[in-house]
């Protein structure tokens, strides 16, 4: 009855107030008329030219144009990011190509019609200040990544090293300057002004660029690592007091005026770590977790930064070292810093930067070096650039007692410039210090430095080996029977844990179990690093102990992950690889129902590898691009493991189609022997049966059962927990559409 009153009380509702609302609008319409008589209305246009004169008021409104133009930035940004990432190079490297892309160097030359109707020249202005906020909240979160901590315990050896790679371009550049001053330079611009911005220019190194490549190379918990990002971190923070000093010098005109802002920045400074920064640190220790950073407490370090921020752009220094400097401050507590940079790093970094790089790129007019003469002084820059912080940083750190192959790394990496140098040329920039020549010339040379620090160090190990990574790979080379298993996610790390443990259970032969766990490299940071890797292998740890299984574990940041697991097993003397197979995001959407193809749809991936002539377009098989890359690229036996919910597997069907499917039989017999559970061989095509050497191997385990069982029913596959299968024989059972495929147990598919 509750149900009916309900049902009637809603029915009547919605039919009087509906009643209400025509009758209101009825009478209104009338007064409507009676308005329209006492005057003349223009007369109107049609309906459709009523909707294009709004369609093109709504289209070129300065939010529309401003909303498209971030839209088209990071989908360009991102598959320029993503080239890169294809040819182990930073992403930042292709969003600043995205940059010059968009410009006039490349889409203004050769559609300058697209490029006016999405860079109106009235609109750069609001494209500039967002892109000025994004760097602000990137150079913050710059601030916070640098761990202070590490930089005093290590500061002798990083100052010395540090400091010889800031001091020997900034002298190389302000020769350099003494050179193009008189053909390049402005004619208001003072000698002094242009000679400072040049040699910081040569001399700046790019911390987070530098941070991700050490990830990256798994040199994080390495003493090369801990010195170079020590060395990079020390850097930054010179070279930023550095342009400090050089910004309020060539605002002011001359050395002598600069001290009053000199000496207002130095009692900024004072006050940030005197005062400041105590008062954060009480608040960071006592609201360091979820739970009590509550919206108010984060409004009290956000104000500190705007606040930071606002002052150094008032004092004459540029706000983007205030938000720095307020990065810097935050209290240490690692847990808080990690909360804060997950807060503001993504939008920093994936929603406004992007918009910094398409501003630099429209500004860099790669046109204007138009002659052979422009192209050597190019030449000339990027080659200063690369002697003098490559030859500073390594002879340095040769000085202070490092290795001829760690000093040359250092120095390769102290070179990379990045980001940080494109933020030292705008500034250049906007101040009038550099011509659009020069500022192109050094957004040039810039992406040159960074792009040559990959091959540079690759370059450096294989001329120069690390003769422990030698001996390490000897020691490990005579193992009986190594197995890898490379994990996403917990749950599915477990899973694979398990099944390599019914490969080793009860071999009295030597073997060893390593977890591999890769993040996407651009997602973490120094202090998520440590978070990550605890929280991805405690579970696994907790099961091997269970297991009484010893197993590594194998942490790394990696730029691209399917490359990395193919590289580490290729390279790490493994018997066999184990990975889960994922599932598209489409598979089961209307999306892909729709177009047939669930998780075969068009990925950046698979046009990548269209592109490059090694896959279809429209691939039919039934792996995703992760597996179809370890696939090919795998030099040892893969097995890609399809968990079904398998706890323990006591019944394993095994199911021969064919000859090339004979290798299978070792896999079985390993797992009977070792894990005491029942093998079935399903010989389809007999090729055991009419095979006497086969018939005798399988005979030899008693836990193996041959038929010539063809087609498997519901019930029997019921009893079954693991379907152990050939990937050829895979790809049969799946184009042709097995009737009992739905019904399958887990399933562990051998890649030769």
Same mark, same amino acid.
């Given at each position: 009855?509750?149900?009916?009153?309900?049902?009637?009380?809603?029915?009547?509702?919605?039919?009087?107030?509906?009643?209400?609302?025509?009758?209101?609008?009825?009478?209104?319409?009338?007064?409507?008329?009676?308005?329209?008589?006492?005057?003349?209305?223009?007369?109107?246009?049609?309906?459709?030219?009523?909707?294009?004169?709004?369609?093109?008021?709504?289209?070129?409104?300065?939010?529309?144009?401003?909303?498209?133009?971030?839209?088209?930035?990071?989908?360009?940004?991102?598959?320029?990011?993503?080239?890169?990432?294809?040819?182990?190079?930073?992403?930042?490297?292709?969003?600043?190509?995205?940059?010059?892309?968009?410009?006039?160097?490349?889409?203004?030359?050769?559609?300058?019609?697209?490029?006016?109707?999405?860079?109106?020249?009235?609109?750069?202005?609001?494209?500039?200040?967002?892109?000025?906020?994004?760097? !602000?909240? &990137?150079? @913050?979160?710059? #601030?916070?990544? $640098?761990?202070?901590?590490?930089?005093?315990?290590? *500061?002798? =050896?990083? %100052?010395?090293?540090?400091?010889?790679? !800031?001091? &020997?371009? @900034?002298?190389? #550049?302000?020769? $350099?300057?003494?050179?193009?001053?008189?053909?390049? *330079?402005? =004619?208001? %611009?003072?000698?002094?002004?242009?000679?400072?911005?040049?040699?910081?220019?040569?001399?700046?190194?790019?911390?987070?660029?530098?941070?991700?490549?050490?990830?990256?190379?798994?040199?994080?918990?390495?003493?090369?690592?801990?010195?170079?990002?020590?060395?990079?971190?020390?850097?930054?923070?010179?070279?930023?007091?550095?342009?400090?000093?050089?910004?309020?010098?060539?605002?002011?005109?001359?050395?002598?005026?600069?001290?009053?802002?000199?000496?207002?920045?130095?009692?900024?400074?004072?006050?940030?770590?005197?005062?400041?920064?105590?008062?954060?640190?009480?608040?960071?220790?006592?609201?360091?977790?979820?739970?009590?950073?509550?919206?108010?407490?984060?409004?009290?370090?956000?104000?500190?930064?705007?606040?930071?921020?606002?002052?150094?752009?008032?004092?004459?220094?540029?706000?983007?070292?205030?938000?720095?400097?307020?990065?810097?401050?935050?209290?240490?507590?690692?847990?808080?810093?990690?909360?804060?940079?997950?807060?503001?790093?993504?939008?920093?970094?994936?929603?406004?930067?992007?918009?910094?790089?398409?501003?630099?790129?429209?500004?860099?007019?790669?046109?204007?070096?138009?002659?052979?003469?422009?192209?050597?002084?190019?030449?000339?820059?990027?080659?200063?650039?690369?002697?003098?912080?490559?030859?500073?940083?390594?002879?340095?750190?040769?000085?202070?007692?490092?290795?001829?192959?760690?000093?040359?790394?250092?120095?390769?990496?102290?070179?990379?410039?990045?980001?940080?140098?494109?933020?030292?040329?705008?500034?250049?920039?906007?101040?009038?210090?550099?011509?659009?020549?020069?500022?192109?010339?050094?957004?040039?040379?810039?992406?040159?430095?960074?792009?040559?620090?990959?091959?540079?160090?690759?370059?450096?190990?294989?001329?120069?080996?690390?003769?422990?990574?030698?001996?390490?790979?000897?020691?490990?080379?005579?193992?009986?029977?190594?197995?890898?298993?490379?994990?996403?996610?917990?749950?599915?790390?477990?899973?694979?844990?398990?099944?390599?443990?019914?490969?080793?259970?009860?071999?009295?032969?030597?073997?060893?179990?390593?977890?591999?766990?890769?993040?996407?490299?651009?997602?973490?940071?120094?202090?998520?690093?440590?978070?990550?890797?605890?929280?991805?292998?405690?579970?696994?740890?907790?099961?091997?102990?269970?297991?009484?299984?010893?197993?590594?574990?194998?942490?790394?940041?990696?730029?691209?992950?399917?490359?990395?697991?193919?590289?580490?097993?290729?390279?790490?003397?493994?018997?066999?690889?184990?990975?889960?197979?994922?599932?598209?995001?489409?598979?089961?959407?209307?999306?892909?129902?729709?177009?047939?193809?669930?998780?075969?749809?068009?990925?950046?991936?698979?046009?990548?590898?269209?592109?490059?002539?090694?896959?279809?377009?429209?691939?039919?098989?039934?792996?995703?691009?992760?597996?179809?890359?370890?696939?090919?690229?795998?030099?040892?036996?893969?097995?890609?493991?399809?968990?079904?919910?398998?706890?323990?597997?006591?019944?394993?069907?095994?199911?021969?189609?064919?000859?090339?499917?004979?290798?299978?039989?070792?896999?079985?017999?390993?797992?009977?022997?070792?894990?005491?559970?029942?093998?079935?061989?399903?010989?389809?095509?007999?090729?055991?049966?009419?095979?006497?050497?086969?018939?005798?191997?399988?005979?030899?385990?008693?836990?193996?059962?041959?038929?010539?069982?063809?087609?498997?029913?519901?019930?029997?596959?019921?009893?079954?927990?693991?379907?152990?299968?050939?990937?050829?024989?895979?790809?049969?059972?799946?184009?042709?559409?097995?009737?009992?495929?739905?019904?399958?147990?887990?399933?562990?598919?051998?890649?030769?």
């Amino acid at each position: 009855m509750r149900k009916y009153r309900n049902f009637l009380f809603y029915v009547v509702t919605i039919v009087v107030f509906s009643f209400l609302i025509v009758y209101i609008i009825g009478k209104g319409q009338l007064l409507e008329k009676r308005k329209a008589a006492s005057f003349n209305p223009p007369i109107a246009a049609s309906t459709w030219e009523q909707f294009k004169e709004t369609y093109i008021h709504n289209l070129t409104h300065p939010l529309a144009i401003l909303l498209f133009q971030i839209i088209t930035i990071i989908l360009v940004a991102r598959a320029f990011g993503y080239l890169c990432k294809k040819i182990r190079q930073p992403t930042v490297i292709g969003e600043i190509f995205a940059g010059i892309f968009l410009g006039p160097s490349f889409l203004g030359h050769w559609w300058p019609e697209v490029s006016g109707f999405l860079f109106p020249a009235n609109s750069l202005g609001n494209l500039q200040f967002l892109s000025q906020i994004g760097l !602000i909240l &990137f150079m @913050f979160v710059i #601030g916070l990544e $640098l761990d202070l901590n590490v930089l005093r315990n290590k *500061a002798k =050896d990083a %100052i010395v090293v540090s400091h010889a790679s !800031i001091i &020997f371009p @900034f002298m190389l #550049g302000t020769l $350099l300057s003494y050179y193009l001053y008189s053909r390049f *330079a402005p =004619d208001n %611009i003072p000698f002094l002004a242009f000679a400072l911005f040049t040699g910081i220019a040569m001399s700046i190194t790019a911390f987070p660029v530098l941070a991700r490549i050490v990830q990256e190379r798994g040199l994080s918990k390495t003493k090369l690592g801990a010195i170079v990002i020590t060395c990079a971190a020390a850097d930054d923070i010179t070279a930023w007091c550095i342009l400090a000093v050089v910004i309020a010098i060539v605002k002011a005109g001359s050395l002598v005026s600069s001290l009053y802002t000199v000496l207002m920045a130095l009692a900024y400074v004072i006050c940030m770590l005197k005062l400041v920064q105590p008062f954060l640190k009480r608040l960071g220790d006592k609201y360091a977790s979820k739970e009590t950073l509550s919206k108010p407490v984060v409004a009290v370090f956000f104000i500190t930064l705007l606040l930071s921020s606002f002052l150094t752009e008032v004092i004459g220094i540029h706000a983007l070292f205030g938000a720095f400097m307020a990065g810097a401050i935050m209290p240490a507590n690692a847990s808080f810093r990690s909360l804060f940079i997950g807060k503001v790093e993504d939008v920093a970094v994936v929603l406004l930067l992007p918009l910094f790089f398409v501003f630099t790129g429209l500004r860099t007019q790669i046109g204007l070096l138009n002659n052979g003469n422009l192209w050597l002084v190019c030449l000339l820059i990027i080659a200063v650039a690369v002697a003098g912080k490559f030859a500073g940083g390594a002879l340095a750190a040769r000085f202070v007692g490092q290795s001829w192959r760690d000093s040359l790394s250092i120095g390769a990496l102290m070179n990379t410039r990045g980001l940080m140098e494109l933020v030292v040329l705008n500034i250049g920039y906007d101040l009038g210090v550099l011509t659009p020549e020069v500022f192109a010339m050094m957004v040039l040379m810039a992406l040159a430095t960074t792009f040559m620090t990959g091959p540079a160090l690759d370059l450096i190990n294989r001329f120069t080996p690390d003769p422990t990574a030698i001996t390490k790979a000897e020691e490990t080379a005579g193992a009986a029977y190594r197995i890898l298993i490379s994990f996403r996610i917990p749950a599915k790390g477990l899973a694979l844990l398990r099944l390599a443990n019914m490969f080793v259970k009860s071999s009295v032969s030597p073997s060893r179990i390593t977890a591999l766990h890769l993040s996407p490299s651009t997602e973490i940071n120094q202090y998520t690093q440590q978070e990550y890797e605890t929280a991805s292998f405690a579970p696994i740890l907790r099961e091997a102990k269970l297991l009484d299984l010893p197993v590594t574990t194998l942490y790394k940041p990696a730029l691209d992950v399917p490359e990395e697991i193919v590289h580490t097993a290729n390279n790490g003397h493994f018997d066999l690889l184990l990975v889960g197979v994922g599932s598209s995001v489409y598979e089961g959407t209307l999306l892909g129902r729709i177009l047939g193809v669930t998780n075969k749809i068009i990925s950046p991936d698979l046009l990548y590898d269209t592109i490059t002539g090694r896959e279809k377009l429209f691939d039919t098989s039934s792996f995703d691009e992760q597996v179809r890359y370890i696939t090919r690229g795998a030099a040892i036996p893969v097995g890609f493991f399809i968990d079904k919910g398998m706890t323990a597997a006591g019944h394993i069907l095994l199911p021969v189609y064919s000859e090339a499917d004979v290798f299978m039989l070792d896999y079985a017999i390993r797992l009977a022997q070792n894990s005491e559970v029942r093998v079935t061989v399903a010989d389809n095509a007999g090729v055991i049966k009419n095979n006497e050497t086969l018939t005798a191997k399988t005979a030899m385990a008693a836990n193996i059962r041959v038929n010539g069982q063809r087609d498997f029913d519901s019930s029997f596959l019921a009893g079954q927990q693991l379907l152990l299968v050939s990937i050829d024989s895979w790809r049969t059972i799946v184009e042709e559409g097995s009737s009992w495929l739905p019904d399958t147990p887990s399933v562990l598919i051998i890649k030769p």
